[in-house]
């Protein structure tokens, strides 16, 4: 988890609120990634980041967007939670692309 | 469609036995990766073999590579107690736009 930071940590919110998530790293990193965990899913990507601007969509990116105005920051917004959504989100790094990712520590989401 | 998957879903071992968790996938890929998750904690990157390896070790950690058969194995030897944990398998494709996580092995070892 060195390195990386996600805020918050656990959330719980309501149906058909706004909820952005944050990920800060301290590795100047190019690549970052945000993706959910579900049980029997394992993990599968939200959307991704190649640098500051340059974002691109993953698997399963619907009802989702994401902004990274700075290399340290990559934001990941539900725009109307639904309890679908519901679920661990994890941040990841990565210096090359196609290689190591580091993960973040996660962010326990419950959407009533 | 997910691309790595595991087997077994579930394993649970004594103390000092080795784990064998295996890997398939369907299309070509340009490289492997292995993860490591503590409950309740983030993945932790094990080790990466290229489409062009067969075999890498890492401390008590083997990983070999089947291209032919879309398939990889993780060997963790002489296991322990600390090793219990889910273990991720994640395929990358040359392109490096699809990096894609199995559902994961849970391991149990049992002291």
């Known amino acids: 988890d060195a390195g990386i930071t996600q805020s918050p940590r656990h959330k719980v919110t309501e149906t058909g609120t706004p909820v952005t998530l944050r990920c800060h790293q301290t590795?100047?990193?190019?690549?970052m990634y945000w993706y959910r965990q579900d049980p029997g899913h394992g993990l599968r990507l939200i959307h991704y980041?190649?640098?500051?601007?340059?974002?691109d969509k993953g698997e399963v990116s619907d009802g989702y967007s994401v902004s990274r105005s700075k290399t340290e920051d990559f934001l990941l917004t539900l725009e109307s939670a639904t309890s679908s959504q519901t679920s661990v989100y994890f941040c990841?790094?990565?210096?090359?692309?196609?290689?190591?990712?580091?993960f973040g520590p996660g962010t326990r989401l419950l959407v009533l | 469609s997910q691309q790595g998957e595991e087997d077994p879903q579930a394993l649970s071992i004594q103390e000092g036995e080795n784990a064998t968790m295996n890997c398939s996938y369907k299309?070509?890929?340009?490289?492997l990766q292995w993860y490591r998750q503590n409950s309740g904690r983030g993945l932790v990157h094990l080790i990466l073999?290229?489409?062009?390896?067969r075999e890498k070790h890492s401390g008590r950690l083997r990983v070999t590579l089947d291209t032919s058969k879309k398939s990889s194995s993780l060997l963790i030897t002489a296991s322990r107690a600390a090793d219990t944990a889910s273990y991720f398998c994640a395929t990358v494709d040359f392109d490096g736009q699809n990096f894609v996580f199995g559902p994961g092995t849970r391991l149990s070892v049992l002291p």
């Open positions: 299309t070509s890929i340009n490289n």
């Open positions: 990841a790094i990565s210096e090359v692309k196609r290689e190591t990712q580091y």
């Open positions: 073999i290229r489409s062009n390896e």
């Open positions: 980041s190649y640098g500051v601007k340059d974002t």
């Open positions: 590795e100047n990193h190019r690549y």
